[in-house]
């Protein structure tokens, strides 16, 4: 099983296959990215530690090495400039990964690959791989709301002073500002949380309300995200490669689930060695049916923007 990392320099890439490397699934790792001098970096920290965990062959290189890859992981993305709107920065890593994608078209790929995009924002983003690339749409995955769904449940697990391990809890919708919390599904262990003593309306919006700025939390303490999202993604690529059929809100092409069309957003997803095996259409309260309406909106209003 080979993985090839696209980005893999910079913190969410590199962070993301040292999990990769831990899980000792894989064969071989490629890191590729525009900053050379980085990508030798850390494929060699990685290939240092390779000794520790399972041998895995991790070297650079360029795009047409890629072609023979089972998973493509791309983190590569832009920051946001002082005064520039969301919009422009939107813009600015959608043309950065359109030219990624026709990376990856001149250097080729076989038709069972995946490719998995990582990059922000990520829904958008998704839907333009699915579109533009010359793969199956089941085959063109998004993190979603994957890291959303685990700081949501952490935070759960610290209010409520369980093990996150118990914790069953999920975030749909965008990886953005009109994601929402599945209150109605969410159990420790099986047992709903409406049971546990002190756990109202309040503590809720307290634990989403932190959940949703966890992002901009992270950033502020120490620049950006790395751990958390490593694992998610490494979460990711073992139900892939080890096709596991887990249940997980990842983001990919809908085409009628929840009545959604037209839009990459996540929902309860089943993904294997064959990238998404299907949608879940579990049933939701009206008011977090509405709010999955509403996110599926919101990302068809940028992608209309974008093009």
């Given at each position: 099983?080979k993985?090839?990392?696209?980005?893999?320099?910079?913190?969410?890439?590199?962070c993301a296959?040292?999990?990769?490397?831990?899980?000792?699934?894989?064969?071989?790792?490629?890191?590729i990215?525009?900053?050379?001098?980085?990508?030798?970096g850390?494929?060699?920290?990685l290939?240092?530690?390779?000794a520790?965990?399972?041998?895995?062959?991790?070297?650079?290189?360029?795009?047409?090495?890629?072609?023979?890859s089972?998973?493509?992981?791309i983190?590569?993305?832009l920051?946001?400039?002082?005064?520039?709107?969301?919009?422009?920065?939107?813009?600015r890593?959608?043309?950065?990964?359109r030219?990624?994608?026709?990376?990856?078209?001149s250097?080729?790929?076989?038709?069972?690959?995946?490719?998995?995009?990582?990059?922000?924002?990520?829904d958008?983003?998704?839907?333009i791989?699915?579109?533009?690339?010359?793969?199956?749409?089941?085959?063109?995955?998004?993190?979603?709301?994957m890291?959303?769904?685990?700081?949501?449940?952490?935070?759960i697990?610290?209010?409520?002073?369980?093990?996150?391990?118990q914790?069953n809890?999920?975030?749909?919708g965008?990886?953005?500002?009109?994601?929402?919390?599945?209150?109605s599904s969410?159990?420790?262990?099986?047992?709903?949380?409406?049971?546990?003593p002190?756990?109202?309306?309040a503590?809720?919006?307290?634990?989403?309300?932190?959940?949703?700025?966890?992002?901009?939390?992270?950033?502020?303490?120490?620049?950006?995200?790395?751990?958390?999202?490593?694992?998610?993604?490494?979460?990711?690529?073992?139900?892939?490669?080890?096709?596991?059929?887990?249940?997980?809100?990842?983001?990919?092409?809908?085409?009628?689930?929840?009545?959604?069309?037209?839009?990459s957003?996540?929902?309860?997803?089943?993904?294997?060695?064959?990238?998404v095996?299907?949608?879940?259409e579990?049933e939701?309260?009206?008011?977090?049916?509405?709010?999955?309406?509403?996110?599926?909106a919101?990302?068809?209003?940028?992608?209309?923007?974008?093009?």
């Amino acid at each position: 099983m080979k993985v090839s990392i696209i980005g893999g320099g910079g913190r969410v890439g590199s962070c993301a296959a040292f999990a990769i490397e831990c899980m000792g699934l894989i064969s071989e790792m490629q890191i590729i990215d525009a900053n050379a001098e980085a990508a030798e970096g850390e494929a060699l920290d990685l290939l240092h530690a390779s000794a520790v965990f399972s041998g895995q062959r991790i070297y650079t290189g360029c795009y047409k090495r890629a072609a023979d890859s089972d998973i493509f992981i791309i983190t590569a993305g832009l920051r946001r400039k002082p005064d520039e709107s969301r919009l422009d920065l939107i813009n600015r890593n959608v043309s950065l990964f359109r030219q990624i994608l026709a990376d990856i078209k001149s250097g080729g790929y076989r038709r069972d690959a995946i490719v998995f995009v990582v990059s922000n924002p990520v829904d958008v983003l998704t839907y333009i791989a699915s579109k533009e690339l010359d793969l199956p749409s089941n085959r063109v995955i998004g993190l979603g709301t994957m890291l959303d769904t685990a700081r949501f449940r952490s935070l759960i697990a610290k209010e409520l002073k369980v093990p996150a391990s118990q914790v069953n809890a999920t975030i749909l919708g965008e990886h953005g500002d009109s994601m929402f919390p599945v209150w109605s599904s969410a159990s420790i262990n099986g047992l709903p949380l409406k049971g546990f003593p002190s756990f109202g309306i309040a503590l809720q919006n307290k634990i989403f309300e932190r959940t949703r700025g966890s992002g901009a939390e992270v950033i502020k303490r120490k620049g950006g995200a790395g751990y958390a999202v490593g694992a998610a993604i490494a979460q990711v690529a073992r139900a892939i490669i080890l096709d596991t059929r887990e249940v997980l809100p990842v983001s990919s092409a809908v085409n009628g689930v929840y009545g959604l069309r037209n839009v990459s957003i996540s929902v309860p997803t089943m993904i294997g060695r064959d990238g998404v095996l299907g949608h879940l259409e579990t049933e939701l309260w009206p008011k977090e049916a509405q709010a999955l309406s509403n996110s599926a909106a919101t990302l068809r209003a940028t992608i209309s923007k974008v093009g």
